[in-house]
């Protein structure tokens, strides 16, 4: 599988990358028909296990990236765009054979989010908000207790007073890492 979608998502991401830099969005059309085409590829190699492989890597990127997008902090585009790569990887891996979404989309999720965490921390000493960004990740994380798992009230996409990196470039980075480590 890896040779057979190495193409198809180089193209993804690298388009994903530019629409999110240029206007902040991840369109659908770049989307779902990569994630169709996901589905449609691991059925054609693996029948109806490559089904349900394919529909466990998009239920872990669509439920992991869904809950950040749930809290504000991520986009629908990107949980979008994550869930399309779980359709295309889940299912093999070339030198162990046959292997759960999890192996392998959890390496993109954590390879993801080093790569999201490096640019964010870059990001914010070039533009000198690296002690706010300290600070808001601490409440984020501390805050859970008087919040519950509500949405920060202040750091969220829809406040225009809070800063905005596109992820499209941290999702790039991780998944074409992944292929390389894979």
């Known amino acids: 599988m890896h040779t057979i979608a190495w193409w198809p998502t180089v193209l993804t991401v690298v388009v994903a990358t530019v629409t999110d830099i240029r206007s902040r969005r991840i369109p659908n059309w770049l989307v779902v028909p ?29 439920v992991i990236y869904g809950f950040l997008s749930f809290l504000g902090g991520m986009g629908m585009g990107d949980v979008k765009l994550m869930a399309a790569i779980g359709a295309w990887i889940g299912p093999l891996s070339p030198d162990r054979g046959w292997i759960g979404p999890l192996e392998h989309v959890g390496v993109v999720l954590i390879l993801t989010a080093l790569a999201g965490g490096i640019m964010a921390i870059c990001w914010a000493v070039y533009a000198g908000f690296l002690g706010t960004m300290l600070r808001g990740t601490g409440s984020l994380l501390f805050g859970f207790a008087r919040r519950g798992l509500r949405p920060h009230p202040e750091l969220v996409l829809s406040n225009p007073q809070s800063r905005k990196m596109p992820y499209a470039p941290a999702i790039a980075i991780g998944t074409l890492l992944s292929f390389l480590a894979g």
């Open 34 to 62: 990569f994630l169709l085409a996901g589905i449609s590829v691991s059925v054609w190699l693996h029948g109806w296990q490559g089904l349900g492989q394919s529909f466990e890597g998009i239920g872990l990127g669509a």
